[in-house]
């Protein structure tokens, strides 16, 4: 108790003025067991941002300070509005959530840098929400004036690292060299802290960034044998993307479906083979398909099954490509190669 | 049922409350008796008691009146008792007779209980519409039967839903009471309908669902724990019956909010969200499997929806991890306010430590639920996606390992991983990718992984059609299972290896190793997962067979004697298979079909007769069998048709017209398969149908219905049989252009004719194939397009028209130099007829010639050597060789001789047909030059050609190399030549000019002696041959005339000689006399009789010469004494 003394013999200094206009922020409740106290609901004034908070001193006007770290228990209850926005965003609507998080970011802004803020988890769910709406203008604004990693724990530092180099993402021929340099460098720094989704995200846009490489035209019709190699490699990326995934959310996972699609579907010898059988196919059309055309097809069918119009309107070319699905496992049985 | 024990206790607690104010009366204490006696079982006796009280004070009287507040307590223990016995029905209409009882609704009745029981306010009021909520449950009690059991009445459901949603509706409208109010059972109210919902006969997902959605979000919502368990629930119940899986992905999507939850919540539920995604992929591969595409889509989203559920693990980690530093110290749970979530410390401590030990034996969900996806994506056919899943597991999941029951040692899951990965990468084209993870994997020992993963390089070699390194995979897969000769494995990889040899045709080593396989007798099946079904043994063993048959059948191309042995395998074969069904005997019907040809060739090249009609024999024998037991195989119509193509060829009649009746069916049949090949074998059967009918007319059918049938056979071949490339194809145009027999018919022959001889024309030419017959059609349709012209439309062509007409044949590419140089070839050949007509109209021929020759020249400027076929290539240069002989320089030629030469040269650098023709033109072309270095090729290139043994380029390269010798003078080397011919006995057709040649060496030898004894020798054996005696004629006449000996002796003596002069005059005298009264001068060709009018005018000169007719006038005398002194 002998420190808390101290800093409330220094807070004594501050000006009334300062004083009241703390008082009118917004506070925040907590679970804390104070050095040497019992656990109990405090009312949190505000943080110094290098990890101590501020509050009254029970029945007085006392304004007292602690470090969070020094505390037995240390718990922020979460505020209505973080709720909420939590609420959307792990329903889904990151639009919503998003908005909610940026109005908690700034209204809880003193406290920033206190274990769980909700400061601090908003802005990192900010960008998440930016990231998961494809809003790269977002993600590298917000990414980049995100100050406080160190207030985040090694998977969270990790994934804000992660929004960073989507915010990269800019569709240039040359982005690949650096995008790939900022992936390792994001991968050797956090290594398995990296979780599934971000490093879903690292993928992905090193897959748009090799993409760049192929001109947008040659998508129509076929891509240029100098260009497949680049466009072999983006497919996979996006693949890796969508599987380091796994489901848990749909834009990223859909848009890079759709762009892998697109790509395949580009792949010399595919349209060609296309143009010669008439779905529906069968096993004699399917067999000698190219790898690429029955890639392409399996691939569509996937987005339909897994992604149907998760990014608003459904993608023509999904449908028209699905269309030369065909279920190669039918009628065989189990253990069948 | 714990899903509901909080609404219930709390009710409990409320009506438990009351026996503490009862007590203090008689009959109140009776009721702590009740709820003793239905604690201890005794229903019935609670019951009784109950019903006494009410009985007993149920009364008017003062008393009951006074304690009639109590009564409404007995009725609804009496209830409860009941439910607690599980005698839910008469539970149920207790509690409903509650409800409905007037008496306790009566007000001053309920408000002397308000007031009689201090801090209970609202006394047994909250029973009316609790007793609702009670009757729900013992619906629910009796639908979920007892524990473990199933022999519940799912039928209760539908009441207990009932129950539950109206009272579900009063307590949301707030007509319940202020202490059920107080409970906040909402959503608890609505997790019990959740399960109902799933749980009754006909479960209604969507209801179940929705009201999940609201259990989560309505006052008093259910804890995650809670929801999870609901969620269990209704993924088992769909996932029962497959058809429900899509329900899965559809609550989840509805009510993300719900599950979607941050690491550290899910974290408690990301094992039961895998698992469930694993119970749905099931559901998926399964539909898969049965083509149910549909359900297959359902499924596959649902696994894919709770494999999105799953949570990373090290961020669970960390997120517990930030927990336990949180409030890890303190030891009881409690709420976020603002989520509502319950935090427990010591719960979260505990994860943390569970999924470090997870972790620490390579456990990771996330990375179980990437395994899957990838699972899900490869079974649905896109190896891309799989392969990106199993880059990630590669990349960030080294240590995941399947966990082990009990002690065991978890599996480690790398090599498989690096083995999938490896092999996708090759499937998706990146072989260097794939060799990399297949090296990495080189020299582990992966227990039986490793069986599996040679099985596998086996397989990507079969796929990538890698045959020569199918032999050592193969191979190597054999020594891998030789300790398991059963394994399908084991045996996959013996037949993989004859089957490689096969593909990469080295025979030889396909009948060492199926020889070997057959003879070792374990191609069969067996029991067990791991052995060969007896279809699929029977399928290799067949294939078996095949292979070695038509190896030895391949290679009797070069040993005719490995035919017997390919006709042996199958005899083998037939005797082991000795059925026709085809599931048994996969390949039975082909196997037959290959035994047939083995016949057939074998027939073909037999020695003897008596073997050649055996084979056949045979060979119709098995084209019977295959007719007879497999009439709707693909072979079937082949068969028919081999069958008749060997009885057209018997020496029986009756036989050969019968065939017939088999290609109709041939026909028949292809045509109705309908397949490329099948047509083929339609073609082939019409055409001999169409060839065959004239000469086999059905009995008593005219000419007129035969020409009939015939013609529909042609025309059934253009409608049936006609294919592009097809080898019919140019013979049918042939033989449709010869049964024309009137205007409309030749019309519709022509054009049928040059539609189908451009349409071949060009595919030869966008092919780049040249075909034999297209120049023997071209030339019948040369013929046919100018005499029917005149004989169907009374009209003669011109030269001009003609010409017109083959140099813009409709429909050939004018860069078709192939078939428009065959088409000017065809008409130089057409109008060579016409030259042959005209015999001795001289002028008439001098002029088609003329005309001949500018179409060559023409075809020279038109078409260069690389344009024209080998065949034409020689004959254009043959008849620039023929053209330059007629100029009396023919050395100052040299353009004609220049073009020869590139012809010639061409066709030798083709190394193909007629080289040596070529090479024969050649040194005539350059024979003609005065360049001695082209002479002396030419004599290299002659003396070359004249020991082919066919006699039709080594006579004339003799006979050239003597011309050529002669016209430089080199008499010895001639003579030699000449000897050479003569003492060949084969190369006669040119000995005649050899003859005069040889007279002529020995001429310019200045050896008159034997030059007169070689024209002597061609004058006196070959006079009628006037070409070749009239000539020697003259050399003899000149030889004696030259000689001139004088008259030797005296003609009354012995050894009297004429004088060489008048032997000179009258050699050719008798010749001419000769040649004139045997009537062979009226026969002359313009060329012999040019050369007998030399004689003729010798003849005339030499007699004149006064000594000459001196020595004949001596000569005639004496003749006339002698005959008189004889008649004397």
Redesign the interface.
């Known amino acids: 108790m002998k420190l808390f003394k101290n800093i409330a013999f220094a807070l004594a200094a501050v000006s009334c003025v300062q004083f009241a206009a703390a008082q009118q922020a917004p506070k925040l409740?907590a679970?804390v067991?104070l050095p040497g106290g019992a656990?109990g609901l405090l009312e949190l004034e505000r943080g110094d941002g290098n990890g101590s908070f501020f509050y009254m001193q029970k029945g007085t006007d006392q304004l007292m300070q602690a470090k969070a770290s020094a505390c037995?228990?240390?718990?922020i209850?979460?505020?209505?509005e973080?709720?909420n926005a939590?609420?959307?965003f792990?329903?889904?609507d990151y639009a919503a959530a998003r908005k909610g998080f940026a109005t908690v970011k700034k209204k809880y802004a003193a406290f920033a840098g206190l274990?769980?803020s909700p400061c601090t988890m908003a802005a990192l769910h900010e960008v998440t929400c930016a990231v998961r709406l494809l809003d790269i203008a977002a993600v590298k604004s917000l990414s980049g004036a995100f100050a406080e990693d160190s207030a985040l724990?090694?998977?969270?530092a990790a994934r804000m690292d992660a929004a960073r180099v989507v915010g990269m993402i800019d569709d240039n021929p040359e982005s690949f060299a650096p995008t790939k340099e900022a992936v390792e460098a994001a991968m050797k720094k956090h290594g398995?802290?990296m979780?599934?989704?971000a490093?879903g995200w690292l993928?992905y846009a090193l897959a748009r960034a090799a993409a760049a490489q192929v001109p947008a035209d040659q998508l129509q019709g076929t891509i240029a044998e100098d260009k497949v190699r680049a466009a072999?490699v983006a497919?996979?990326?996006?693949?890796?993307?969508?599987?380091?995934?796994?489901?848990?959310?749909k834009a990223v996972p859909a848009d890079a479906l759709s762009r892998?699609l697109a790509l395949?579907w580009a792949m010399p010898g595919v349209k060609e083979y296309a143009a010669k059988v008439t779905p529906p196919m069968d096993k004699a059309k399917w067999n000698p398909a190219p790898?690429?055309f029955?890639?392409a097809?399996?691939?569509a069918?996937?987005i339909?099954?897994?992604y149907p119009a998760a990014n608003g309107a459904a993608d023509p070319l999904v449908d028209k490509v699905d269309a030369y699905?065909?279920?190669?496992?039918?009628?065989?049985?189990?253990?069948d190669? | 049922m714990n899903t509901y024990t909080t609404a219930v206790s709390v009710m409990a607690a409320l009506a438990f409350s009351m026996p503490m104010v009862c007590q203090a009366q008689d009959p109140l204490s009776s009721l702590t008796k009740v709820k003793k006696l239905a604690q201890q079982g005794q229903t019935d006796e609670a019951v009784s008691l109950c019903d006494a009280v009410i009985k007993r004070f149920g009364g008017k009287g003062a008393t009951a009146k006074q304690f009639a507040y109590v009564l409404p307590f007995y009725a609804w223990e009496k209830a409860v008792a009941y439910f607690k016995a599980g005698r839910y029905d008469e539970a149920y209409n207790a509690f409903k007779a509650f409800m409905d009882e007037p008496k306790w609704r009566d007000p001053a009745t309920l408000a002397k209980a308000k007031e009689s029981i201090p801090g209970q306010p609202e006394a047994y009021e909250p029973y009316f519409t609790y007793a609702l909520f009670q009757m729900g449950n013992c619906r629910y009690k009796q639908g979920v039967g007892d524990a473990g059991k199933d022999n519940g009445d799912k039928a209760k459901f539908e009441d207990a839903i009932a129950c539950f949603e109206k009272y579900l509706g009063l307590v949301q409208s707030g007509k319940v009471s202020a202490m059920e109010k107080k409970l906040k059972m909402e959503g608890q109210i609505c997790f019990i309908l959740v399960q109902a919902n799933i749980l009754k006969a006909t479960p209604d997902f969507k209801k179940a669902a929705a009201y999940l959605e609201q259990s989560r979000t309505v006052k008093g919502s259910v804890p995650d724990e809670m929801a999870m368990e609901g969620l269990n629930t209704i993924v088992n119940v769909a996932i029962s019956n497959p058809e429900n899986v899509g329900w899965v992905y559809k609550l989840i999507e509805s009510?993300?909010?719900s599950y979607?939850?941050?690491?550290a919540r899910a974290a408690r539920n990301s094992n039961k969200f895998y698992n469930m995604g694993q119970r749905a992929y099931k559901v998926m591969?399964e539909a898969?499997?049965?083509?149910n595409?549909t359900l297959?889509?359902e499924a596959?989203?649902s696994a894919?929806?709770?494999?999105?559920?799953?949570t990373?693990m090290?961020?669970a980690r960390?997120?517990l991890?930030?927990q336990v530093?949180?409030?890890g110290?303190?030891k009881r749970p409690?709420v976020?306010?603002?989520?509502g979530v319950r935090?427990n410390g010591a719960s979260s401590k505990k994860l943390l430590n569970s999924y470090k030990g997870l972790a620490d034996k390579g456990t990771e969900f996330?990375g179980f639920?990437?395994l899957s996806?990838?699972t899900i994506?490869k079974?649905?056919?896109?190896?891309?996606?799989a392969?990106?899943?199993f880059?990630?597991l590669y990349d960030?999941y080294p240590k995941l390992a399947l966990p082990a029951k009990g002690d065991a040692e978890p599996r480690p899951l790398r090599n498989t991983v690096t083995m999938q990965l490896g092999s996708l990468c090759r499937?998706?084209?990146?072989d260097e990718a794939g060799l990399k993870y297949e090296k990495e994997l080189e020299g582990k020992d992966m227990g039986d992984q490793t069986k599996i993963l040679v099985f596998q390089k086996l397989?990507r070699t079969v796929d990538e059609k890698d045959w020569q390194n199918v032999i050592p995979c193969a191979q190597e897969v054999i020594d891998s299972f030789k300790e398991d000769k059963t394994n399908k494995l084991y045996l996959t990889g013996r037949y993989m290896l004859v089957a490689a040899y096969y593909q990469l045709a080295d025979f030889e080593n396909v009948i060492k190793t199926a020889r070997e396989l057959i003879d070792s007798g374990e191609m069969k099946a067996a029991e067990g997962?791991d052995a060969l079904k007896p279809k699929e043994a029977a399928n290799y063993d067949n294939y078996v067979y095949y292979f070695l048959m038509d190896s030895y059948a391949r290679l009797a191309a070069q040993d005719p004697s490995k035919r017997s042995e390919a006709i042996k395998v199958f005899e083998e074969y037939a005797a082991k298979y000795n059925t026709t069904d085809l599931e048994m005997a996969p390949l039975a019907d082909k196997m037959y079909y290959g035994a047939i040809d083995q016949h057939i060739k074998r027939a073909n090249a037999a020695a003897d007769d008596a073997s050649a009609a055996e084979d056949q024999k045979t060979a119709v024998k098995y084209c019977d069998h295959i007719c007879a037991s497999w009439p709707t195989s693909d072979l079937y119509p082949t068969a028919e048709l081999l069958a008749a193509g060997i009885l057209l060829n018997d020496a029986d009649e009756a036989v050969k017209a019968a065939s017939l009746q088999r290609l109709q069916r041939a026909a028949d049949a292809a045509t109705k398969l309908g397949t490329r090949q099948s047509r083929a074998t339609a073609s082939n059967a019409l055409f001999w149908l169409a060839t065959y009918t004239p000469e086999f007319p059905a009995a008593g059918e005219s000419e007129a219905a035969t020409q009939a049938r015939t013609r529909e056979y042609a025309e059934r071949y253009w409608t049936e049989g006609d294919a592009e490339g097809d080898p019919f194809v140019l013979p049918m145009v042939s033989l449709y252009l010869s049964m024309a027999t009137n205007k409309e018919e030749f019309e519709t022959a022509l054009k049928r004719a040059q539609d189908t001889i451009a349409r071949e024309a060009t595919y030869m030419f966008k092919n780049e194939k040249s075909d034999p017959e297209l120049e023997k059609t071209i030339n019948t349709y040369v013929e046919s397009y100018v005499n029917g012209n005149k004989t169907h439309l009374n009209k003669t062509l011109t030269l001009e028209e003609k010409t017109a007409h083959f140099t813009n044949f409709p429909g050939i590419d004018p860069a078709d130099k192939y078939t428009n140089a065959i088409f000017r070839m065809a008409q130089i050949n057409s109008m060579n007829q016409e030259l042959i007509g005209l015999k001795d109209d001289k002028a008439a021929k001098e002029k088609m010639e003329e005309q001949i020759q500018e179409v060559f020249r023409n075809m020279t400027n038109s078409f260069r050597a690389a344009d024209l076929t080998s065949y034409i290539c020689v004959q254009v240069a043959d008849y620039l060789v023929k053209y330059v002989s007629k100029f009396p320089d023919p050395s100052a030629r040299t353009e004609e001789l220049g073009m020869a030469e590139e012809y010639y040269s061409a066709v030798i650098e083709r190394k193909k047909d007629l080289v040596a023709d070529a090479e024969l033109g050649l040194a005539n072309t350059l024979a003609y030059s005065k360049d001695a270095a082209k002479q002396t090729k030419a004599a290299e290139l002659y003396t070359k050609v004249s020991t082919n043994s066919d006699p039709n380029v080594g006579g004339p390269a003799l006979v050239g190399l003597t011309k050529l010798h002669l016209r430089t003078g080199n008499a010895t080397a001639a003579i030699e030549t000449t000897n050479k011919y003569m003492r060949n006995r084969q190369n006669q057709r040119d000995r005649l000019d050899m003859m005069l040649m040889q007279g002529e060496a020995y001429t310019l030898a200045n050896d008159s002696k034997n030059a007169l004894l070689a024209y002597m020798n061609l004058f006196n054996q070959f006079k009628g041959k006037v070409g070749y005696s009239a000539r020697a004629c003259m050399a003899i006449m000149e030889i004696f005339w030259k000689r001139n000996n004088p008259t030797q002796g005296d003609r009354l003596q012995k050894g009297f000689q004429n004088s060489d002069r008048w032997t000179a005059w009258n050699t050719g005298q008798l010749y001419v006399d000769l040649i004139r009264r045997s009537g062979v001068e009226a026969k002359l060709t313009p060329e012999e009789r040019d050369e007998f009018n030399k004689v003729v005018s010798a003849v005339h000169n030499y007699g004149t010469d006064p000594a000459v007719m001196k020595e004949d006038k001596a000569n005639k005398e004496f003749q006339r004494n002698l005959q008189s002194s004889k008649k004397k």
């Open positions: 409740n679970y067991a656990a037995k228990m240390f718990y209850q979460t505020p209505p973080m709720a939590l609420r959307e792990y329903g889904g274990p769980g724990n090694a998977a969270d398995r802290n979780d599934s989704e490093n993928r072999s497919v996979d990326f996006y693949c890796q993307a969508v599987m380091s995934m796994h489901g848990s959310h892998a395949l790898a690429d029955r890639d097809a399996a691939m069918r996937y339909k099954t897994m699905y065909f279920n190669a496992k039918a009628g065989t049985k189990k253990g190669k | 009510s993300r909010a979607n939850l941050d690491p591969e898969l499997r049965a083509g595409d297959a889509v596959a989203r894919n929806v709770l494999f999105g559920l799953v990373d090290p961020a960390t997120a991890a930030d530093k949180s409030f110290a303190y409690f976020d306010k603002g989520t935090l996330d639920t990437v996806s990838s994506a079974d649905m056919g896109s190896n891309r996606l392969k990106g899943g880059q990630v960030r499937m998706t084209g990146d397989q997962k």
